[in-house]
């Protein structure tokens, strides 16, 4: 039998239990696999197609691994050639100023000083950060992983693509500093 004593101890242990995230289910389309593409691109090369939230990592002459992505939402996608300069394990991360601009609230803890949200499991950038740069600067979009797998195949972010931890990773290992990138 359920007793009144049951159940307020099973809501107290649920209030003292670290929260648990909701278990997610990728739409599979969304799951890296081979496929064929155009003869445009030379193996080594990433192709981003936003629309389609879509990344394209071309492993030989017609094939590409494909992963999906989260991308920016609208005015804020990065696009153009670009190269990844730098790669960072658990990288750290703090908001530009336009995003603390644009979104005072989410960002506050990071109003008006210099605080850098550590790496880890809890940080937006997730696994890994691929940073994007054109002509040697930095342009402060990334290729990362996410703590919000369910933004995958959508435009949601500040601009950078997010990916899967588990894909980011894949993709940081099969991807050199000066690979180039191109975002249509």
Known sequence: MFSRRTFLTATAASLAAPHVARS???????NPQLVKVGPTYA?????ILPRAHFLYF??????????GV????????FTG???IDVKKEWPTWRPTNEM???EPNTYAKFKDNDYVQPGGPGNPLGARALYLFQNGRDTYFRIHGTTSPGSIGRSVSNGC?????????DLYQRVPKGT???VL
């Open 24 to 30: 997610f289910e990728l739409n599979p389309i969304f």
């Open 43 to 47: 193996p080594g090369e990433l192709l």
């Open 58 to 67: 071309v492993t030989a002459p017609r094939q590409a691994m494909r992963y």
């Open 70 to 77: 989260g991308v920016g939402k609208a005015g804020l996608e």
């Open 81 to 83: 050639t670009a190269t």
């Open 100 to 102: 603390i601009e644009r």
């Open 161 to 169: 693509i997010r990916m899967i931890n588990d894909h980011v990773i």
């Open 180 to 182: 180039v990138v191109t």
